[in-house]
């Protein structure tokens, strides 16, 4: 079975730091991209930043870019989320996702809402 277990969420001050992790199996790590999505309340779900394990592409939303950097640790079949100068706006429901289009551009599929796989959501809370 496929699992995305995400950790690291949790509430932080503005301008902090938190590190977000992916831990993945049930897949061929290599094959896939890996990414993070967003779903604040009351706003519709985004992608924040994805990663193709297949040549190293990423993608970053204009939001987190200079803030965020994505990072892929393919012998642990781990992904992580670094995100520095966290804002109030950065507040929401983090998830872990996979999918198979890792030849493709990740803006393809950032930008979409569909992804293959689907983790549990970490909750992260950036105070004022």
């Known amino acids: 079975d496929v699992q995305l277990q995400a950790s690291g969420g949790g509430l932080v001050q503005a301008g902090g730091s938190l590190r977000l992790s992916c831990a993945a199996s049930?897949?061929?790590?290599?094959?896939?991209?890996i990414g993070w999505f967003r779903q604040a309340p009351g706003k519709e779900r985004e992608g924040v930043s994805c990663?193709?394990?297949?040549?190293?592409?990423?993608y970053y939303a204009d939001s987190v870019k200079g803030r965020f950097t994505i990072s892929s640790d393919n012998a642990k079949n781990t992904v992580y989320l670094q995100m520095n100068s966290l804002k109030p706006e950065d507040t929401a429901v983090y998830y872990c996702?996979?999918?198979?289009?890792?030849?493709?551009?990740?803006?393809?599929?950032?930008?979409?809402?569909?992804?293959?796989?689907w983790g549990k959501g970490t909750q992260v809370t950036v105070s004022s």
């Open positions: 996702v996979a999918d198979r289009r890792a030849h493709l551009s990740p803006n393809y599929y950032c930008l979409g809402s569909y992804m293959d796989y």
């Open positions: 049930g897949f061929i790590f290599d094959d896939y991209a």
């Open positions: 990663i193709s394990n297949y040549d190293g592409y990423t």
